[in-house]
């Protein structure tokens, strides 16, 4: 039998490591199965064998475990073969090269998934999380992936379109049996349902914001005078000496990014250049620097020297910080003039600390997570969250549903407004991968890892 069509690939990553493994798809696994272990008959389904596997000239490469899936259940529909040999490279190598020999080809980046996807095992929501989980870098956003690949997505956009297909269905009839007892035109129940869908598909398109948070990290950044403890700050939080701390002020010329965990959440922090009256150009390119990342900031720890004066910092600065997303940390408590300094930003959580005598940074973080959890608009109780692809299809789908929303109430003909709402449902079935466009399925799985 042709291997042509078996596609192969090291599923796990490239190195040393107790066992590997190595994976295959396509018509030629089951026949490859039997032959590499030397058996005289074939594989059962689902069974590990443990064997020794002999290269095409019968040569014996090293012990493994061999198993089989049969098509049709196995990940990507087809049949497939797992074989884990010892993790050495070069045994990897030479299973990898008598495989090629054998007239398998090596799978192209996500091609396993994309495969999956074209056989009816998952829909495109579901290819997407499968890269998602494996990128994920914290707990929720782990949560959310297995979420996803669960298929919460896409029953959500079937959900949807059941609704959507009843309003058409509803003004259809119309259309179909004008004569017939139906509400006139100015059907307050489909408006109605229109606007219910708009506003939930928003919402929806919101969460992408969420995920950006999820995957990228929430992006904090330390601000506040020079020599009030940035940089210790950073440090302390990391475990590490990522940023320079010295008693001389203006030490930080430019921010200094490190990723940490709180909780749950992926936070990435910034080390910023002190606020103040610059005197020199390059401190003042770098004050520049802070204000700039101030833009974009999720969340702000505001630094001060409990033993000095409240500070005093730029109005840009201060016009991206509520309440909401900003910690006061008050620092240096450890220092006989610390005074506490609560009637500056009142309103604000405040935090007091010594990184000196590692004082109040466990607090800190509690107090940090907690406002990360009031502040952030998490998802609806069924935890679906889009990502950037799904929330563009949703906006035309919104469009198209505005389109149809303004017609109805302007008394326009049924057919119109029906037209405007397939095009709604086809929006939403880009979400899950109804369209047949090959460029973008193309640049969607070459993102993947190789062997997934
Ligand atoms: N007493 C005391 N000194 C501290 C504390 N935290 C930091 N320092 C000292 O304060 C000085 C400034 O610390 P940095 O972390 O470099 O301050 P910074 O805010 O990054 O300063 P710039 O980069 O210049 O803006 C250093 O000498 C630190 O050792 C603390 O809790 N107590
Ligand atoms: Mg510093």
Redesign the pocket.
């Known amino acids: 039998m042709p291997a042509s069509d078996t596609i192969v690939a090291l599923s796990t990553p490239a190195g040393e490591s107790a066992i590997a493994v190595i994976r295959l798809s396509g018509c030629a696994c089951p026949e490859l199965g039997q032959s590499i272990l030397g058996r005289q008959s074939g594989l059962k389904a689902r069974h590990a064998y443990f064997g020794i596997y002999l290269d095409i000239k019968g040569k014996r490469i090293d012990d493994c475990v061999v198993t089989l899936y049969e098509a049709g259940k196995s990940f990507t529909g087809e049949a497939m073969l797992e074989i884990a040999p010892h993790g050495n490279p070069l045994i990897v190598q030479k299973i990898m090269e008598d495989l090629m020999a054998r007239g398998c080809r090596p799978a192209e980046p996500g091609e396993f998934t994309r495969t999956a996807f074209m056989n009816g095992k998952m829909d495109l929501s579901q290819a997407e999380a499968v890269s998602d989980l494996i990128r994920a870098r914290s707990d929720k956003s782990i949560e959310v992936a297995q979420r996803q690949l669960h298929g919460s997505v896409g029953r959500k956009m079937s959900e949807l379109t059941d609704r959507l297909l009843s309003v058409m269905a509803h003004l259809e009839a119309y259309i179909d049996f004008p004569e017939e007892d139906l509400p006139d035109e100015n059907q307050s129940g489909p408006a109605m349902d229109l606007r219910k869908l708009i506003n939930e598909i928003n919402e929806l398109i919101e969460t992408q914001h969420y995920s950006a948070l999820l995957h990228e990290g929430i992006k904090t950044l ?1 601000v ?12 302390a939080l990391t475990g590490s000496d990522r ?11 430019d921010y200094v990014s490190a990723f940490l965990m709180i909780g749950p959440w992926r936070i990435e922090i910034l ?5 103040h009256e610059a005197v020199d150009v390059i401190e003042q390119l770098g004050i520049n620097h802070t204000i700039e990342q101030a833009e974009t900031a999720d969340f702000f720890l505001l ?1 001060l ?1 409990s ?1 000095g004066d409240s500070p005093t910092l730029p109005a840009e600065l201060l016009a991206r910080t509520t309440a909401e997303n900003t910690i006061v940390v008050e ?5 006989t003039g610390s005074v506490s300094h609560d009637a500056f930003m009142p309103d604000f959580k405040h935090a007091r ?5 590692r ?1 109040g940074i466990s607090e800190l973080r509690q107090q940090w997570q907690a406002s990360i959890e009031a502040g952030l608009k998490q998802p609806n109780a069924d935890g679906v969250v889009v990502n950037a692809r799904h929330a563009a299809a949703l906006g035309d789908a919104r469009d198209a549903l505005e389109l149809a929303a303004d017609k109805l109430k302007n008394l326009e003909l049924s057919e119109l407004v029906a037209a405007d709402l397939r095009d709604a449902v086809e929006f939403i079935g880009r979400v899950v991968g109804k369209v047949d466009n090959e460029r973008m399925l193309d640049s969607l799985f070459k993102q993947f890892c190789i062997g997934k």
């Open positions: 330390i506040g005078e020079p020599n009030v403890g940035k940089s210790s700050l950073i440090n940023s320079i701390v010295s008693d001389i002020p203006g030490t930080t010329r080390d910023t250049a002190g606020l630094m020297d033993s620092n240096k408590i450890d220092l600390v010594s990184l000196l005598e004082e």
